[in-house]
């Protein structure tokens, strides 16, 4: 799961990126149909993660879904999941009848954004396991904190540059 909300997921919220996508020059719709291919990518990698750890925990027989983490990182898979189901309305915009394309794109970038910050509390909620500050400790640990909390930051500012301050400015 950590490979999907860190790599995955934060790959395709970035290829719409005018700074950091290596797709910058591609049309719109070749974009949008690699943010889609790394989002099923993304989601399938999340649910077999999480598939996983539940079959690990059976064998353990530990509780599923005790932690903040646990609770977080399933709130995220099935976040992501509808989210990717609304994500279809704007691949396949006859199915969104009376909702205007931007209006869409709008609520789908910051639906999208809290989706993104719940998964990445997840993974810092997850770095503060007993198992994780057993195996990094010290400057690692702080480091490994760093990287879901600075991805973040370019998410969020992207998103923000993209549709939030340039929606408000237009009214």
Excluded: D, I
Aim: contains cysteine; aromatic residues 10%.
């Amino acid at each position: 799961m950590a490979l999907a909300f860190s790599l995955l997921l934060t790959q395709a919220l970035l290829v719409f990126s005018p700074e950091a996508s290596p797709l910058r020059s591609l049309s719109r719709k070749a974009k949008v149909r690699a943010h889609w291919a790394l989002q099923v990518l993304a989601l399938l990698c999340a649910l077999l993660g999480l598939a996983l750890v539940a079959y690990h925990k059976e064998l353990q027989g530990k509780g599923h879904f005790h932690t903040w983490h646990g609770r977080a990182g399933l709130l995220a898979v099935l976040y992501a999941g509808g989210q990717s189901l609304g994500g279809l309305l704007l691949l396949y915009p006859k199915l969104a009848r009376g909702w205007p394309p931007g209006k869409l794109r709008l609520y789908h970038a910051t639906a999208g954004l809290v989706g993104y910050l719940l998964g990445c509390a997840s993974l810092v909620l997850g770095m503060c396991s007993l198992w994780f500050t057993a195996a990094v400790s010290g400057a690692a640990w702080y480091l490994a904190v760093l990287c879901p909390l600075l991805s973040s930051l370019v998410v969020m500012n992207q998103v923000s540059n993209a549709y939030l301050y340039r929606k408000r400015s237009q009214h």
